[in-house]
């Protein structure tokens, strides 16, 4: 069966993030990128699957300009078999909704059995974007996979997930979209040998237009701005100090 | 948008063990803060039947006479596909300007699928409402907010952050109990199945809601040690919750992780033990009142964002702090 992974290029978790002046966005130009890190995890387990013998291929696919190039070409580096690229103008439009209409048509033409996402980009924070395209597809769906385990017969999944209340198991027929959590693995580094393999993989180019999706947006960003800053503290320099300020400048006791 | 399209909002009653869940109450208060008071807001109470739901429906309208039910075998257990299609029901039948729900797990699993089936983009995890179509959200791990609005066609679908809208008392509100009903296995559901919820069972108070949070990191070193954390806990009434790197290292379960992807809390009093304070871990406790990092190395980034830290070794200063503090009530 075919799995096909749909991963987003976000800057990098470890980057101190600066608001533009004019409002209107995070700075990311000459910004450190990468591959988000539920995306990661989500490809990490499609290649699991495929290494324990049940899935024949997986497929990387992500969306917006030229440079999701690179972040398909780290998929197929990690060992995915083949990209879609989708290629838009301006990945700033590309709300999870739009997304989610986008990975629906790549569905029908690509018919995998399995579409696996991570649970949020780190950057815009949404976690929503394998929801829709799931209620889309008319999929069930298993979200904050901690655990994935397919069945023998490859008609059904088993999935862990984490909840408010500790870790729920369902299972779900497939075809099914399952999104990943931090736990479900521990991505693999791409290895010199296999970059080098990527590089002959290949990376189909689709426009929107071509799968006859049209991007919309219903939603506006009027502006970026800063959190609430919060005042400096201070060090103490015992447990006694410590309650001290507790008690009699906090007010918490 | 059609300005002349009165508003009202439909909102998510959560519930367990027979009453509405405080995530569910802070949206209505989130509902009334985005429409108005004047605003007519509906909980939606649903399950399979039974006395649970019965009390929980009772819970729900002492407070907010707009109740509406849905009782159906389909909606037993927490599954997104019947939810989501509830809420294409309930919405064909009210048409709601607005539908709310707390951000909690089963928010986020069952809101996005329900507006994709709608056909609308939703805002959530909002932490401010601006009006009626415009919200602040936190983004990069909350070190950004974003404004954002909604201009399309169809309900405003908006999940809360229950720590910025504090659950209020009754929006006693006209309306009367209507019961809808739910759907056959068709679609998507069917095609999945609960198989079951492995959690702990605690006094201590739900992290969301709790005056004051005790948090453990990797610098506790195992889950035995823990138990430090946890008779402070005992003594200040505190709830218990941890870094990912306690979670990933097996000290402690996922339901305790404080974080980005984790729970978001805020309380009055939020200890950090042992806690270097990464980014991720910091989006998770920005809005507690009062912050108090305890770690041996000065150069922790959590003393960045601590209103008093104690650079002591933990070991030496839990037990100290467990003795001194003084007991309080719950």
Not at chain 1, 114 to 121: H, I, S
Not at chain 2, 71 to 81: C, D, W
Not at chain 2, 123 to 152: C, E, L, S
Request: glycine fraction near 8%; aromatic fraction near 4%; charge should be neutral.
């Amino acid at each position: 069966m075919k799995v096909m992974v749909a991963v987003k290029r976000v800057v990098d978790y470890a980057v101190k993030v600066r608001i533009k002046a004019d409002k209107s966005g995070v700075e990311t130009s000459n910004t450190k990128m990468s591959m988000n890190p539920f995306c990661e995890i989500a490809v990490e387990e499609a290649l699991r699957i495929k290494e324990a013998g049940r899935a024949s291929e997986v497929v990387v696919v992500s969306m917006g300009g030229e440079q999701c190039v690179e972040t398909i070409r780290t998929g197929l580096a990690m060992g995915a078999d083949r990209g879609l690229h989708v290629i838009t103008q301006d990945s700033s439009s590309l709300f999870p909704l739009a997304v989610a209409k986008l990975l629906q048509a790549l569905v029908s033409s690509e018919q995998p059995r399995l579409l696996l996402l991570g649970k949020q980009a780190i950057d815009d924070d949404c976690n929503q974007t394998g929801q829709m395209v799931a209620g889309l597809l008319g999929w069930p769906q298993a979200t904050f996979a901690s655990k994935v385990s397919i069945s023998d017969d490859k008609e059904s999944v088993c999935v862990e997930r984490e909840v408010d209340g500790g870790i729920e198991t369902i299972q779900l027929q497939l075809p099914a979209v399952v999104t990943a959590d931090l736990r479900l693995n521990t991505p693999r580094y791409a290895t010199l040998p296999n970059i080098m393999k990527a590089k002959k993989k290949s990376i189909q180019r689709v426009t929107p237009e071509e799968l006859n999706v049209v991007i919309g947006s219903d939603l506006e960003v009027l502006e970026v701005t800063e959190p609430p800053k919060r005042k400096a503290g201070v060090m103490v320099a015992s447990v006694d100090e410590l309650l001290d300020k507790l008690k009699n400048e906090a007010r918490v006791f | 948008i059609d300005p002349s399209q009165a508003s009202s909002a439909l909102v998510i009653a959560e519930h367990g063990g027979g009453s509405v869940k405080n995530g569910s109450i802070s949206a209505v208060a989130a509902a009334a803060a985005a429409l108005g008071d004047s605003s007519p807001v509906t909980l939606l109470v649903a399950g399979s039947g039974g006395a649970e739901l019965d009390a929980a429906i009772q819970h729900a309208s002492s407070a907010h006479p707009a109740v509406l039910v849905a009782r159906s075998p389909l909606l037993g257990q927490p599954l997104a596909e019947p939810w989501a299609e509830l809420l294409v029901q309930a919405q064909k039948k009210g048409n709601y300007s607005h539908i709310f729900a707390a951000s909690s797990s089963f928010g986020k699993d069952v809101l996005p699928r329900a507006a994709a089936l709608l056909g609308v983009s939703p805002i959530t995890d909002v932490t401010r409402t601006i009006d009626q179509h415009t919200y602040i959200r936190p983004i990069y791990a909350g070190n950004a907010m974003a404004t954002v609005r909604f201009k399309g066609s169809g309900p405003c679908i908006v999940s809360i952050r229950a720590t910025s809208f504090p659950a209020v008392p009754g929006l006693a509100l006209t309306g009367n109990r209507e019961e809808i009903y739910v759907m056959s296995s068709t679609g998507a559901i069917g095609k999945s199945k609960w198989i079951g919820l492995s959690s702990q069972q605690t006094e201590r108070p739900e992290l969301g809601a709790a005056k004051i949070v005790i948090s453990g990191g990797r610098g506790l070193k195992s889950a035995e040690n823990f138990e430090l954390l946890e008779k402070l806990a005992d003594k200040l009434g505190a709830a218990v919750g941890a870094s990912r790197a306690a979670v990933d290292a097996g000290f402690v379960p996922n339901d305790m992780q404080i974080g980005q992807t984790g729970k978001i809390v805020a309380p009055e009093l939020y200890i950090a033990v042992g806690i270097s304070g990464a980014i991720q871990h910091l989006a998770g406790i920005k809005d507690s009142k009062v912050i108090v990092a305890i770690n041996k190395d000065r150069d922790a980034p959590i003393f960045q964002v601590a209103d008093y830290g104690l650079a002591m070794d933990l070991f030496e200063a839990l037990p100290e702090l467990v003795a001194k503090v003084p007991s309080k009530r719950l």
